[in-house]
């Protein structure tokens, strides 16, 4: 889900439920008022949707304003708390100070808050034109839009879009930087003919296809070359396609049953092209997938019932020819079920509600084509919990598992938020993983006694003998190493206008403190990261229903980060 979408469906949900008796305390609620400018220029930018929307949705308010000629917003009757601000204008994104992209703003609202001030830069536009060797337009094309992945060497996508009946497309909105623009033809009706059982391989002719072109015009996507756009500028980006040899895969499934109806889809782990084998599959279980690109996939297969389902999947790399003798064996998928209980003492604390929360199931180590699966916290399934702590999955497919839970049940302090003490399968220890390869039970004792952190980022003021405070920065508890790829392990907290943050439900652990600007959400999860930080944190021992006071300075964060 993207970002806007995701926002939209929040505030529908965080409107829906506002308490809308706020306003009858009239006077007694503090304001907020600020003006949004663009950046640079600091002219004054009218009609952008303004939403306040409060961290805690249990007490807090959510607030919409508009900005008027001069730029200005005003909203009155806030019920104090934490809240963060985002703003919305076509062609405009929200950026902080230093004129980086930012998402939101965090504030503090206790007293009334005046003569705020809110940057929004231009965006920039890509436009061009797909057209086939003879000059003729190419409709119905995807062109994806990329950028680099923070430190690393892979790339992620940032927007995408299709060619008209004229072979045009248009994709708006791109913050100014450096991307990458390909162009993914879509399959052709040929690669999904029926088999015919008395063709070979040897008599298969080579064929030509319409590939995956990276701009300037290369398939090959180590040798594509960026494009950098500018602030408020539109940037035409052509593509001239020319058919190149295309390839095959070939294979058969073993594990079918007489009245099993598979499947078989090649997914890259580029992200950038998608084929699947639409025809029949053979009744001895061979398979072809035609108009293959070089570059590396995955391949998968999946068969039987909705009672009985079966599954596999094999990492392919295709690079000059095709790819014969591809074997799958399809395996019975399971469920594994399991019971959530609240450690004793626990009840005590608030009123914990395990409906609020979700268990969540994920592949141990996270494969090259992982971010196929992303969800919001971390990827693969999550199961509700009932009223008695009771929890499901299914269709799980043999592999190596850890599990988690995230939500949002406690009390009205903030206390209370739950941490997962410990996990078994059966008389195993599970909770930093587990193998699964069959139906299971999971035992899970969960703990509302976390460690409270709570504290002030600072800096020192250039020309100052002063520290000041450090608002809209990240600040996040990294676990010991051995808790590292357990996601909800890790305590995320933000500054607000103030410099300070709060990070609640932490296990009992040490933990290295860092505060950051400017980063990309979770990068902090990657080793080589962590190692360029490490000299940079502050440790601290967490102790079962702690609360912690700690000062932090800004850690510094090397340009391939950010």
């Known amino acids: 889900m993207t970002r806007p979408l995701a926002l ?26 600020g003006t949004v400018v663009t950046e640079p220029g600091s002219q004054p930018l009218k009609k952008v949707l303004v939403q306040i929307i409060a961290e805690d949705q249990k007490h807090g308010g959510n607030y919409t304003a508009s900005t008027d000629a001069d730029g200005h917003f005003d909203v009155d009757n806030i019920v104090p708390g934490r809240y963060r601000i985002f703003f919305e204008r076509s062609g405009f994104a929200n950026v902080n100070e230093r004129g980086l992209q930012s998402e939101a703003n965090i504030v503090t609202i206790q007293q009334p808050l005046a003569n705020l001030l809110f940057r929004m830069l231009p965006t920039a536009v890509i436009t061009g034109r797909v057209t086939d060797e003879d000059g003729d337009p190419m409709p119905g094309v995807r062109v994806l839009v990329q950028r680099k992945k923070p ?5 992620e996508a940032a927007g995408t879009g299709a060619t008209n009946d004229l072979g045009e497309y248009r994709l708006a909105g791109l913050f100014p930087g450096q991307y990458w623009v390909v162009a993914m033809p879509p399959p052709e009706v040929r690669d999904y003919e029926p088999l015919h059982e008395e063709s070979s391989a040897a008599e298969v002719s080579p064929e030509t296809r319409y590939l995956t072109t990276y701009y300037p015009g290369t398939h090959d996507a180590t040798q594509s070359s960026t494009v950098t756009l500018k602030a408020g500028g539109e940037m035409p980006v052509n593509f001239l396609l020319v058919p190149s040899r295309a390839y095959r895969i070939r294979g058969i499934l073993s594990g079918l049953g007489a009245a099993d109806r598979p499947s078989v889809e090649l997914l890259s782990k580029a992200g950038d092209t998608y084929r699947t084998n639409a025809t029949e599959i053979g009744r001895d279980g061979q398979f072809e ?47 594994i079920s399991g019971h959530v209980r609240l450690e004793a003492g626990s009840e005590d604390r608030n009123a914990v509600d395990l409906t609020q929360y979700r268990v969540n199931l994920r592949p141990a180590e996270a494969g090259e084509d992982a971010g196929m699966l992303l969800a919001e916290d971390g990827f693969g399934a ?181």
């Open 151 to 155: 430190g690393k060497a892979g790339r």
């Open 289 to 335: 997938v035609r108009g293959v690109a070089p570059g590396s996939y995955v391949l998968r297969a999946t068969a039987g019932s909705p009672t009985q389902p079966l599954s596999a999947r094999e990492d392919v790399s295709v690079v000059a020819g095709d790819v014969d003798g591809i074997r799958l064996r399809l395996v019975p998928s399971f469920s």
């Open 382 to 562: 999550s199961a509700s919990i009932d009223r008695l702590g009771n929890f499901a999955w299914s269709d799980v497919s043999p592999g190596d598992y850890i599990v988690q839970i995230f939500g949002s049940g406690g009390g009205e302090d903030g206390r209370g938020t739950l941490f997962l003490r410990s996990a078994r399968l059966g008389a195993l220890e599970a909770t930093t993983g587990f193998t699964a390869s069959g139906p299971a039970s999971l035992e899970l004792i969960v703990s509302a006694q976390g460690g409270l952190v709570e504290g002030a980022v600072v800096e020192r003021e250039k020309d100052v003998d002063q520290d000041h405070p450090v608002s809209n920065a990240t600040v996040v508890a990294v676990p010991e190493e051995r808790y590292r790829h357990l996601p909800a392990r890790y305590g995320i907290g933000a500054t607000d206008q103030r410099g300070q943050f709060t990070i609640r439900g932490l296990a009992p652990g040490t933990y290295t403190f860092y505060a950051w600007q400017d980063i990309e959400d979770g990068v902090w999860r990657d080793p080589a990261f962590l190692k360029s930080q490490q000299a940079k944190g502050t440790t601290v021992t967490v102790e079962e229903d702690s609360h912690q006071k700690l000062e932090m300075k800004l850690s510094s964060v090397d340009e391939e980060w950010r």
């Open 8 to 33: 939209a469906v929040f505030l529908l949900g965080a409107w829906l439920s506002a308490n809308a008796g706020d306003a009858a305390h009239g006077a007694s609620l503090p304001s907020v008022s």
